[in-house]
């Protein structure tokens, strides 16, 4: 797929993996939605570093843990830019809890976000494509779904979800829209923490180093580019489900 003058949506396209994504697919000639739900400021700095490489963007904020604002995301990245033809599904919550202390509420709450916002906006995202359109999709799920955290237990079982929405959309939306994933691994520290404690886990990796956004971005535009590629989840860990 020629990504040139394409209409991509990044949801969480406004901070980190999900900006440095909606940069990576500017670079490759696409028109960028950056969608946000509180970083309106860093939304609009991606939005105005997409242009100065060419191509339109646009910005747009939604609460993703409503289902109904899932949907209309894709409403709003049409009105702005037209029909996406590339949907990359990067918000997510990491909330911490374990099978012992999680609620009900809260784990409905990061299913909501992590598991069935990227449910909703496929589904809105495969009815707007323009009926002649092939599409994509690239959903941003986690290693650590084959060897579960311990601390972060909902957050876990909804990536576990969306590892299998992927390959159950690939099915469903073929051949016209093809849906994969990138499963990332020690990556960037969480917003909470220091350097030190991505670095700690990165010692143990055999790439013995934190990935950066950098092979992230790599591999997302590799599965949009690559059409045979449908239902494919590639890990980007530094080899870190080896050990
Ligand atoms: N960083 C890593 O090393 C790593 C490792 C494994 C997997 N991942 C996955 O990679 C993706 C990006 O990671 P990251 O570290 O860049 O994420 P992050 O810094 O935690 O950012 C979370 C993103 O989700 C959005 N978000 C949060 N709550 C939302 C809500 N209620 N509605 C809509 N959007 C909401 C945020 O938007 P606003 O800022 O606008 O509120 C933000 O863009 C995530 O799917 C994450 O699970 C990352």
Redesign the pocket.
């Known amino acids: 797929m020629d990504l040139r003058g394409r209409v991509a949506v990044v949801?969480?396209g406004?901070?980190?993996?999900?900006r440095a994504i909606a940069l990576g697919l500017a670079v490759a000639g696409a028109d960028v939605f950056v969608h946000?739900?509180?970083?309106a400021e860093p939304?609009a700095q991606t939005a105005e570093d997409v242009e100065k490489l060419g191509v339109q963007a646009s910005t747009g904020s939604?609460?993703?843990?409503d289902p109904a604002a899932a949907r209309a995301l894709i409403g709003l990245a049409m009105a702005a830019l037209g029909a996406p033809s590339i949907l990359v599904n990067?918000?997510?919550?990491?909330p911490g809890d374990t099978l012992s202390d999680v609620t009900a509420e809260g784990f409905e709450r990061t299913l909501r976000?992590t598991l069935a916002a990227p449910v909703f906006t496929t589904q809105a995202f495969a009815t707007a494509l323009p009926a002649e359109e092939h599409g994509a999709v690239v959903n941003?799920t986690?290693v650590r779904t084959q060897r579960p955290y311990q601390k972060h237990f909902s957050y876990i079982v909804a990536?576990g979800g969306l590892d299998t929405f992927t390959r159950t959309a690939a099915l469903q939306l073929a051949p016209r829209i093809r849906v994969n994933a990138v499963a990332?691994?020690?990556?960037?520290p969480?917003?909470t923490e220091d350097d030190s404690y991505a670095e700690q886990l990165a010692a143990q990796l055999p790439a013995q180093r934190v990935g950066g956004v950098e092979p992230v971005v790599d591999a997302v535009i590799h599965l949009l580019q690559n059409d045979f590629l449908t239902g494919e989840i590639i890990r980007v860990d530094g080899g870190g489900h080896l050990v």
Do not use: C, E, M, Q
């Not at 406004?14 to 999900?18: L, M, S, T």
């Not at 939604?62 to 843990?65: N, P, Q």
């Open positions: 949801t969480g406004g901070v980190r993996v999900g946000y739900n509180r970083s939304a939604a609460d993703l843990s990067s918000a997510s919550g990491f976000l941003i986690d990536k990332l691994g020690v990556i960037l969480p917003p």
